[in-house]
């Protein structure tokens, strides 16, 4: 499969400080991109390169399998975008801001806005003034204008800014739709742990600038460590037990009342047997994995993603 | 290019915009109709109404207000892409950002002649039934109309100055602070009737107001002024032209952040 983005050492320094800094990126044509990174890591400047918005300082973009140079008019008609905010012209309707859109992408029939105000639900509301619209609605318009002219690759700067969980939900559900059903690339920046998760095949994590680490997600869930999550009324007897009578040595006390064990992943029963005969209550054991958030923690170096 | 004008055009729907002409515009019409208050001529009879006199009222009015007005104009449509929040979509266009600047001042062009056209009315319409009545010349009709083609075209020649302003103000406050410092120099500067005014290039419209004047009052002989007064504006238009092109095409673009 190709790609259809490409970044090669893209730098960005704003006076001395390298606020993006050496970052090759590689999106697969289909890929579900998380760009994760937090505050202030870089994302939105990454982006803003893409489209044009600001000049990298070094480095070059690749769009579809060609050099940003010359022809970037004719990528751009390929990626629908929002980056940091979904700007609309207040004074005027849903329907009309769109319209401007379609014009200025050339695109021929008027049918495509009411198509795609139906695939955010914002058909009823088409008529209203932006102005009146919340910050949600916005959001969907936005996700809409980026949709608009049947893009191949859409780049959205944490688009779910500002959705109330309901609203969360059908975003993503939407975005794996393009995705699967039309084929559409997304490239999606968020601070966001859980979201990237539930929806990434890709993951790009942005630290300070720099881009540490870019990994599919399948390979991301063996990466992850597994262990057994033991939830008992006494996690420091417990411990003792299973160091005297199984002779365990990887495990960790990782709150109140919880033990991760990192050995006999396959030997729950018996490790349940062991501490109930010695007294110990368990209320629980299950296998887990290490989660995206302990795996970002290790590599940002206990950088806390909010 | 045409439906990148067009866009813009859209853009002022149901906007300030609108506001800001009626305020060119009203004056005008209002002191162009002062001339119709009945007068006494020298000689003690009621003197007819006077169609030259009326156009020079009008475009004097016009000349005053106008820069301003038409400053802010131009803020409001380069600066508001930017308050907004709308620039990083239109920079993300497949149409170069040149092409959205020519559509701009296209469009501020296309308000100064809308402008113009409807602060003349009055004298028009009251021209039209003195052709009908076949009291009217036609010689001043002509005149008029094309002093009102003048001070389009002078106007204009000032217009990249506030879009230059706006663009890197990223705001509309800079073209109101234009606004009022040239309000009163073009106020004072009719006020005095002198003829070096036209140099100060906010004020070069007021030349064909002047020059249409002749034989009224005051005012005698075409005014020497005009060739550096029109030298002194290409250049304005130019330079601040320039500056324009190589700024809105070359500029980081960060709004929203
Ligand atoms: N024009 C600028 N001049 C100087 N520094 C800038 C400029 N724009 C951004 N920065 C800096 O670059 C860094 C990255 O900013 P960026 O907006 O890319 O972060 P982000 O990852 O999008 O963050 P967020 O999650 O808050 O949107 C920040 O530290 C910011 O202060
Ligand atoms: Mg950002």
Known sequence: MGFCLRTHHLTKRYGEKAVVHDINLSIRTGDIYGFLGQNGAGKTTTLRMLMGLIRPSAGEIELFGAGLKGSRAMALERVGAIIEYPGFYLNLSAAENLEIHRRLMGMGNKECIDEVLTTVGLLDAKQQKVKNYSLGMKQRLGIARALLHHPELLILDEPTNGLDPVGIKEVRQLFLDLARQRGISILISSHLLNEIELLATRIGIIHKGKLLEEIDYEALQRKARQYLEIKVDDEQRAAYILEQKLGVTDYLVAGPGILHLYERLDQSAKVNFTLASNGIGVKEIVLSGDSLEDYFLKITGGARLV | ?257
Not at chain 2, 197 to 209: A, D, E, Q, S
């Open chain 2, 1 to 257: 290019m045409f439906s990148v004008f067009n866009t813009e055009m859209m853009k002022l729907k149901n906007t300030k915009i609108l506001w800001l002409v009626l305020i060119g515009v009203l004056p005008a019409n209002l002191v162009s109709l002062i001339a119709l208050l009945p007068k006494i001529a020298p000689a003690g009879t009621p003197a007819g109404i006077n169609l030259q006199d009326m156009f020079y009222r009008q475009g004097q009015m016009l000349t005053i207000w106008g820069p301003a007005l038409f400053a802010l104009m131009t803020g409001y449509i380069i600066a508001r892409e930017y308050q907004e929040r709308t620039i990083n979509q239109l920079f993300s266009y497949p149409v170069a950002r040149v092409s959205f600047l020519a559509a701009k001042l296209a469009a501020v062009l296309a308000l100064i002649a809308l402008t113009t056209v409807l602060s003349s009315v009055s004298v028009f319409v009251v021209g039209a039934k003195l052709v009908f009545q076949q009291h009217a010349d036609l010689n001043v009709l002509w005149l008029g109309m094309r002093m009102n083609m003048m001070i389009c075209a002078l106007s204009f020649g000032t217009i990249p100055v506030a879009a230059a302003l706006s663009m890197v103000g990223k705001n509309i406050i800079p073209v109101a602070v234009l606004g009022v410092f040239v309000t009163v120099i073009t106020a004072i500067g009719e006020a005095g009737h002198g003829s070096q005014g036209i140099l100060f290039p906010w004020l070069t419209p007021y030349w064909p107001v002047r020059q249409l004047a002749q034989g009224i009052a005051q005012n005698s002989g075409p005014n020497p002024y005009a060739t550096p007064a029109l030298v002194v504006l290409a250049l304005t238009f130019i330079i601040s032209l320039i500056f324009c092109v190589v700024y809105y095409a070359r500029a980081d673009v960060h709004s929203g952040s």
